[in-house]
């Protein structure tokens, strides 16, 4: 995951302070503190920063469990300094009908207290300021390019074993969109989502978050080649991938 | 196929008379306790079937007492004439009166004791990390005499599981089992950590022969007509001559040479009507002809483990599985699904079929009763660590918490979470049903003992 920081500006938080928040129940800033988890205590780093258009980012790390600047969904800022976020995207892996969310408020002496809600339970949060807001920016995400629409086919081997892969992919207009579905026939026969598109016009980056896979490479829309790798969790195999002759194919995605 | 390995033979008249005297005295105990259930080891009996000789409540049963030891309790309880028996990873094996709980007495080995002890003859047999087979007397605990292997370990290798960095060789955190012995033809039959199985005189504890396999071996050996049935870790599947330990065949198994997750057998084979039922890390549950090795069918369960010893009653085949914690029923025949049912978690203890209920313990501190003919659960008895769920390691659904509990592939810390986890009072031990009480051991250290 590659992540960038950005220190908000003094304008950025006065701009929060117009937009809402009074000075005295503005949370932008580092918070510091403990969910306290029945047996197991968890630290939390809460980063949370207007931006200078008054949209609000925030991120979370949560030393221990390698989890270093993971981005706030769904983050509510009101003028009370009430601050709710969707924190799933800390842990990774599929979807969980169980989430994993925040929510606190301001206390009159400038503390933030609420609930850490994880794996269905809740458990009380307290923060205390300790400095300025460092937000890491969230993965740079893109909508799929015309160019690298089509399917592309290839293999790669782990242990020893070949595995097929199809990649299927259709131009989109919004990197929130699904971009394709990625087949791979070994052993096994897994049919996976991609969701998570940064294309640069050389450099490709395709993620199937649900189970953890990555694709990257750089690839070439004359020749149609994908060369590049293949990653799950702690294993990379080289890849290479051939469109198939009937080249891209334009048009916009589902 | 390949030539087998005899490392020692039984060398005199005098020894085969010993061990035939054995074998008689054993059997008469037996006889002469008359129907009353005079003991039962792991699996029930030498086929590891699985069945008990008494049915379990079909209603949430009590606690009647429980017993604490030093450390997590990952043997399964054997029982004879009044008296239950269970190793603990404390290092003892412990004699624990039926009727009160209280303790008979204790054996302390050098390591934990994570083997289930093997009753027969007036003698306990069991296995410790101290990599010696321990023979005491049943009834006073008083050693009979040790036989030592070439040592015990886990099963290991290179970027085990994903665990990282992949060049490091890692200890398997799950390979929580030390074989059980298995007591045929006047020998205790077991599994090693040095990847050999032994098979020792019962009356003298000399080593009668051993088989080498490439692989730690800590699954139960399964007896049934002459032969003896064991998986080992090098993905191979044997079968051989109990009397000589000939290799009569064996079956490969999957071999996962990415990360040593999909291969090698933990799971204790179960033996019934000339089919030989195993598990496998594979994703397997195979069924062999006992005779030839022929493989009858095989049951894909996706890419979850069968760590389960399978039980075999009227034509069913009960197992279940790690992931996917589903437990199966199928047909012992075809292999084809009779019904399954979703567990709360990972399942290794092994179902333990008494009267028409289904016995399946978890991961998560769920000890669950199934009816056997449909499936359905009847009762959850969740330990008070499960209840407690410290750390949360457990959702509010009661599955396992994999965010808290493995948060990092690296190191250590799937070796610490498995510990995280077993403080929930895990059941690695497959339940014992006697005279309607059941016996198992939780990783909170107790013997547990429920009743209605």
Not at chain 2, 156 to 181: C, I, N
């Amino acid at each position: 995951m590659s992540s960038r920081s950005f220190i908000p500006t003094i304008a950025g938080s006065l701009l929060a302070v117009s937009i809402g928040a009074t000075a005295a129940t503005n949370p932008s800033g580092r918070w510091e503190g403990e969910a306290r988890i029945p047996g197991a205590p968890q630290r939390v780093v809460l980063d949370l920063a207007a931006s200078p258009s008054g949209e609000w980012a925030g991120s979370l790390t949560l030393p221990g469990r390698g989890v270093k600047g993971a981005p706030l969904d769904s983050l509510k800022v009101d003028a009370n300094g009430s601050v709710q976020a969707d924190a799933a995207g800390a842990f990774g892996g599929p979807p969980s009908e169980l989430p994993t969310q925040l929510a606190v408020r301001m206390l009159p002496d400038g503390r933030l207290e609420g609930e850490w809600r994880q794996a269905g339970h809740a458990a009380a949060l307290a923060l205390r300021r300790s400095g300025e807001a460092q937000v890491d920016a969230p993965p740079a995400r893109t909508a799929l390019p015309a160019a690298l629409a089509g399917t592309w086919r290839g293999r790669y081997e782990l242990g020893g074993y070949p595995r097929e892969v199809t990649l299927t992919l259709q131009a989109t207009t919004s990197p929130s969109t699904n971009a394709g579905e990625l087949l791979i026939v070994g052993k096994r026969r897994s049919q996976l989502v991609i969701d998570r598109v940064n294309a640069g016009e050389r450099f490709v980056t395709l993620e199937a978050s649900a189970a953890g896979i990555k694709l990257e490479g750089r690839w070439d829309a004359a020749t149609g080649v994908f060369d590049g790798s293949f990653f799950q969790g702690p294993f990379e195999a080289p890849l290479k991938l051939q469109r198939d002759a009937a080249g891209a194919r334009s048009g916009s995605g589902s | 196929m390949r030539a087998a390995v005899h490392l020692h033979r039984p060398s005199s008249a005098a020894t085969v008379l010993a061990i035939t005297l054995v074998a008689l005295l054993a059997a008469g105990l037996t006889i002469a306790c008359g129907p009353a259930v005079a003991q039962a080891s792991f699996r029930g009996d030498a086929a590891h079937t699985g069945v008990q000789t008494s049915a379990a409540p079909r209603t949430l049963p009590r606690i009647k007492w429980t017993f604490p030891t030093g450390d997590r309790i990952t043997s399964s309880p054997s029982y004879a004439n009044g008296v239950v028996y269970v190793g603990s990873d404390d290092g003892q094996l412990y004699a624990i009166d039926a009727a009160t709980g209280r303790q008979r007495w204790m054996h302390r080995t050098g390591g934990p004791v994570a083997s289930s002890p093997a009753v027969g003859g007036g003698r306990v047999y069991v296995v410790s990390y101290d990599g010696r087979l321990h023979a005491l007397d049943a009834t006073t605990g008083e050693v009979q005499w040790k036989f030592a292997t070439q040592g015990e370990r886990r099963f290991e290798a290179k970027g085990l599981h994903g665990m990282q960095p992949r060049t490091q060789t890692f200890a398997d955190p799950f390979d929580v089992y030390l074989s059980s012995p298995v007591l045929a033809e006047g020998l205790v039959i077991f599994g090693s950590g040095d990847g050999q199985v032994y098979a020792v005189d019962v009356a003298t504890g000399a080593q009668r022969w051993a088989f080498k396999t490439g692989d730690v071996v800590h699954a139960a050996p399964a007896y049934a007509d002459g032969r003896i049935f064991v998986g080992s870790w090098d993905g191979r599947f044997y079968a051989l001559d109990a009397k000589t330990g000939r290799e009569l065949w064996h079956a490969q198994g999957g071999v996962d040479t990415l990360m040593a997750n999909q291969q090698g057998f933990q799971s204790s084979p179960a033996v019934a009507n000339g089919i030989v039922y195993t598990g496998s890390r594979d994703a397997n549950l195979y069924a062999f002809d006992a005779r030839s090795g022929q493989e009858k069918w095989r049951f894909p369960t996706g890419a979850s483990w069968v760590i389960t010893s399978p039980a075999v009653q009227a034509g069913r085949v009960y197992f279940a599985t790690s992931d996917t914690s589903l437990v199966h029923a199928v047909d012992a025949a075809s292999g084809q699904p009779v019904w399954q049912q979703q567990a709360p978690a990972y399942l290794f203890a092994s179902p333990s079929l008494a009267g028409d209920v289904l016995l399946q313990g978890a991961l998560n501190g769920s000890l669950q009763a199934r009816d056997l003919a449909s499936g359905e659960l009847l009762w959850d008895f969740q330990t008070e660590g499960s209840q407690a769920n410290l750390g949360w390691a457990l959702t509010s659904q009661r599955k396992l918490n994999a965010t808290m509990l493995f948060p990092t592939s690296w190191h250590d810390a799937m070796a610490i979470g498995t510990a995280r986890q077993f403080d929930l009072g895990s059941f690695l031990s497959t339940p014992l049903v006697v005279d309607g009480v059941i016996y198992v051991g939780g990783t909170d250290g107790r013997l547990y003992a429920l009743a209605k």
